[in-house]
Structure formats: C-alpha cells, structure tokens
Nanobody, 119 residues
Framework: QVQVVESGGGLVQPGGSLRLSCAASGSIFSLYAMSWYRQAPGKERELVATITNDNSTSYADSVKGRFTISRDNAENTVNLQINSANLEDAAVYFC?????????????WGQGTQVTVSS
C-alpha cells in the first residue's frame, strides 16, 4: 500500500509565491511519475504538472512559466513551486503518484491541500 501526503497549502497574495510538497511512502519498488492536479469549486479536477522518473516535465498551458515541478527520487517527494499566483490558481491541489510496489501497479492520490489566492 502506498500513501501520498501533501503539505504547504495556504494563503497567497496575487502575484505571490507558494511551495507545495508531496511525499509518497509505503511499499514502493519504483515510482514512475508524480503529478499535481487541482480542483476549484464547481470545476472538474485538472492536471497541472507531471514529472517522470527521468525528470521529464509537462505543464498545463495555464501554468507554464509560472509553476515549476521538481522531485527527489531518493526521497519519493515532489514539489510544486507556484509563482505569480493569480485568482484562477485558487483550488484544492492533489498529488498523484503512480508506479510499482513489489507486487503490483499502484496509482495513489493524496487528500489534497487548499491554496487560496487573495489580497
């Protein structure tokens, strides 16, 4: 079983910065990709950024140039640096991890962390 836990959410002013962190733990044999999703009230959950085990990254168009995803393979952690925050970035941010345990494929979600953008 693999657990995913986010941290670092909170209040950020428009134009400000915030850093989210996520840690995956448990019976992980190989962690292929880690991603950040977000869901604003009344909207569907959307993919924000992904980083694979070879550090390839991809971003939603709405966050390109403002968000940076990074990971520590040794610690099974991923970070999301949010810069130049705007009102549309306010949402619950979820971490998603996929890979292999010693027995099977896993796809695990965290419980989410709230990001509020307000002056």
């Amino acid at each position: 079983q693999v657990q995913v836990v986010e941290s670092g959410g909170g209040l950020v002013q428009p134009g400000g910065s915030l850093r989210l962190s996520c840690a995956a733990s448990g019976s992980i044999f190989s962690l292929y990709a880690m991603s950040w999703y977000r869901q604003a009230p009344g909207k569907e959950r959307e993919l924000v950024a992904t980083i694979t085990n070879d550090n390839s990254t991809s971003y939603a168009d709405s966050v390109k140039g403002r968000f940076t995803i990074s990971r520590d393979n040794a610690e099974n952690t991923v970070n999301l640096q949010i810069n130049s925050a705007n009102l549309e970035d306010a949402a619950v941010y979820f971490c998603y991890a996929e890979g292999f345990t010693y027995y099977e494929v896993f796809r695990s979600w965290g419980q989410g962390t709230q990001v509020t953008v307000s002056s």
